[in-house]
């Protein structure tokens, strides 16, 4: 088992519970922009982050409508900097309902990507870990504006059916993926996506590392996790 990835694992869970209990969460909403959901994308060899943003309405934040922001870098800690700083308002995190990444990121900087979000105490530990499939995160979340929904949310909603039913996509979840990561036999389960007008899910990736991944069918998932 990586020591490292242990400890960094076990730092992430103790600064977690420390800000709760000391009420470091405590936030003037009006200075923040409420993150949807977060998309990490890899193509010509660098990174873009995107966020869905729940717009706001006579100063309030809506369910119901959102924006996006996106941003470029060489490596995704540059991303991430990037984005921040080009919004007006401090992007608040911990609401994120789902991070998608797109399958070139899935395919050759996956442990590069989980590593550092690893050590992001913001990432909220119940969101879905999303692949989507061949679309970026950034199309995806784009289409908040033509379809008049928060895309985030309501692929948070449309897996939380699916899970509800059978439990297929119960290890898909950001905290579950963090256990296989430490578990050194470990295989993370992670859904694939398309979406058009409404979420498909199509499949999923078993990975253990960039040069390990088998991509199985929709009605293979449930087997793997038995």
Not at 6 to 17: D, Y
Not at 52 to 69: A, R, V
Request: proline share 1%; glycine share 4%.
């Amino acid at each position: 088992m990586n020591k490292k990835i242990i400890l960094s694992f076990l730092i992430f869970i103790l600064i977690s519970l420390l800000m709760i209990l000391s009420g470091c969460y405590a936030l003037e909403i009006e200075d923040y922009s409420i993150v949807a959901g977060i998309g990490i994308d890899y193509n010509n060899q660098e990174f873009e982050i995107t966020f869905e943003i729940y717009e706001e309405n006579n100063g309030q934040t809506t369910n119901l409508s959102s924006t996006t922001k996106s941003s470029k870098g060489n490596t995704i800690s540059e991303s991430f900097n990037k984005i921040s700083s080009f919004m007006n308002k401090k992007p608040y995190l911990n609401h994120a309902s789902v991070i998608i990444i797109n399958e070139d990121l899935a395919k050759n900087k996956f442990n590069e990507t989980i590593n550092y979000l690893l050590h992001d105490v913001r990432i909220r530990s119940a969101c879905y870990f999303i692949i989507s499939k061949n679309q970026t995160s950034k199309e995806i979340f784009e289409k908040s504006k033509e379809l008049k929904k928060v895309i985030a949310f309501d692929i948070y909603k449309h897996f939380d059916i699916k899970e509800g039913l059978i439990q297929k996509w119960s290890k898909t979840k950001f905290n579950e993926v963090i256990n296989e990561k430490i578990n050194e036999n470990g295989t993370i389960i992670l859904p694939t996506i398309t979406y058009k007008n409404e979420c498909d899910i199509n499949g999923a990736y078993l990975i253990k590392s960039d040069n390990e991944q088998i991509m199985v069918n929709d009605y293979e998932v449930f087997a793997f996790q038995i």
